[in-house]
């Protein structure tokens, strides 16, 4: 079931779950997001009328447009950054100030389903503001014996940082890839956070933490601003309750 958080005529805005993809594609086997807005609620997709995207485990918010007035609109203020987009991450490292990434992003010439800072990538900024601070007891990891504690106490792989994310651009990947240039990948994070860190996070975070909590856009038929928003699903609040 898919929790409506605002719908009229024109658009419908949907709390999406994490591990749904949104559109459907020759390799994907199992129920997108577009099949069930189709089925459900007898929405046609204008040419892709889902006017943004997440990844399939990000959670959070997402526009969907309903007529072909509505989807071009949106279009249009996404194309002119007009929208704006907040992000909640859980990022490894103290992060004390805010900032900005400002790094062009592209395809990964290694490997090709990941993304990269390139010179000859596409234009991309991040602002970033730490929220809290925490430090993980390792000694949680009571199946770890004493000479792997103290390799991730070397690590400091016991300190976190819970930040807002805004990004100005809308690049494939974007925060993931920009959070892991400045060596503060995300939690739980498979592509970029790297394999070792990534088990050992998945002990405790089930998945990236990585959730959209806020679109600001303008209405595309009354033209009035308009800000929505989506609460951090149970899963990712248990994983806070684990560090604080």
């Known amino acids: 079931m898919i929790n409506i958080i605002y719908e009229d005529s024109q658009i419908l805005v949907v709390d999406k779950p994490p591990f749904l993809i949104v559109d459907p594609a020759k390799t994907v086997k199992e129920e997108t997001l577009a099949d069930i807005l189709q089925r459900d609620f007898n929405i046609t997709l ?34 002119e950054r ?17 900032g900005i990434v400002e790094g062009s992003i592209g395809r990964n010439p290694g490997r090709r ?51 807002v994310c805004k ?12 959070l892991k240039y400045i060596n503060h990948p995300i939690v739980s994070d498979e592509k970029y956070v790297g394999r070792k860190i990534f088990r050992y996070d998945k002990r405790w975070c089930p998945r990236i933490f990585l959730h959209a909590r806020k679109l600001g856009f303008f209405h595309p038929g009354s033209g009035e601003w308009m800000e929505v ?10 994983v806070l309750e684990k560090l604080q």
Do not use: C
Request: aromatic fraction near 8%.
């Open 46 to 79: 204008f040419r892709g009328g889902i006017v943004h995207r997440l990844d399939k485990d990000t959670s959070g918010v997402l526009v969907v447009a309903k007529t072909q007035d509505a989807l071009e609109a949106l279009q249009s203020q996404f194309k």
């Open 167 to 178: 990004p100005l651009t809308g690049r494939t990947h974007q925060i993931r890839v920009h």
């Open 113 to 163: 389903e990941k993304f990269a800072v390139l010179d000859e990538g596409k234009e991309a900024v991040t602002e970033y503001q730490p929220i809290s601070n925490f430090k993980f007891q390792i000694s949680n990891f009571s199946e770890l014996n004493k000479i792997q504690i103290r390799k991730l106490e070397r690590m400091k792989y016991n300190n976190f940082t819970l930040l």
């Open 229 to 238: 928003e989506s609460e951090l699903p149970e899963d990712l609040k248990s």
């Open 82 to 98: 007009k929208i704006k987009k907040e992000y909640l991450a859980l990022v490894h490292g103290q992060i004390k100030e805010k």
